[in-house]
């Protein structure tokens, strides 16, 4: 369907993106520059920019740069230098969600308010949540997802897709309080690295990292 640049963004380590509704009620893309394997970045960046309306087909693709885009940097509690894969954007909050990506047992969940978005300097996330990860098949958070109305959750690793129901009325990260369900297996997938809800929340797609990989459908039961 076409490419699309972001005007002005600097990509450091750029590891998930989503569409979703912002606080305004407009559509946005978000891009999270999160990704810190050295553990050296003084702050992270995530990109918004609103979504466009996509005319490109594949024999007539779009290539254009978006401009427009909103920069919001962020620094984690007490100066810490952690890594992240995952960035998940509460339709019905507009606020973001980011989560550790760590060997151990248990992954740190900060989050940031949608009010941020405006601020001239840094904005220091707050830890809301801890994920326990002590029963999956590989502990590494690579990506997560809410449905487009907010309902459910998915987080997933190289190996694992876990799925929550979000009650209404209840905080973004409120889901982290009991155990997820586990989705179909997606073993087959080297290095998972991606997860996203159809546009109908009916299910999702998943794919690995790597140029060339398949992208796996999940239709909900």
């Known amino acids: 369907m076409g490419s699309y ?6 990509a450091v380590d750029w590891e998930d993106i989503e569409v979703a509704t912002g606080a305004d009620g407009k559509s946005y893309i978000y891009v999270g520059d999160i990704g810190d394997n050295g553990l050296s970045r003084s702050d992270v960046v995530i990109y918004r920019v609103a979504e466009p309306t996509v005319t490109g087909t594949a ?4 290539n254009t740069t978006l401009t427009g885009v909103d920069q919001l940097r962020l ?13 998940a954007v509460d339709p019905r909050s507009g606020n973001l969600m980011v989560i550790e990506k760590t060997s151990a047992n248990s992954s740190r969940v900060y989050a940031a308010p949608a009010t941020a978005w405006g601020s001239s300097g840094d904005t220091t996330l707050q830890q809301v949540a801890t994920l ?3 029963h999956t098949n590989s502990k590494l958070v690579t990506s997560a997802d809410f449905s487009p109305d907010g309902s459910e959750l998915a987080v997933r690793t190289y190996r694992d897709v876990l799925l929550w129901n979000r009650d209404p ?9 009991r155990q997820p369900v586990m989705g179909p297996a997606v073993s087959n997938e080297s290095q998972g690295e991606a997860i996203a809800f159809h ?15 398949t992208l796996h459908n999940f239709d909900a039961p």
């Open 132 to 134: 326990d990860m002590a």
């Open 5 to 10: 640049t972001l005007g002005g963004a600097k």
């Open 169 to 177: 009325n209840s905080s973004a990260w409120s889901p982290f309080s």
């Open 199 to 213: 546009p109908d929340g009916a299910g999702y797609v998943t794919v690995s990292e790597g140029t060339n990989q």
């Open 59 to 62: 024999t007539n693709p779009t």
């Open 75 to 87: 620094v984690y509690p007490n100066g810490e230098k952690i890594n992240s894969e995952s960035l």
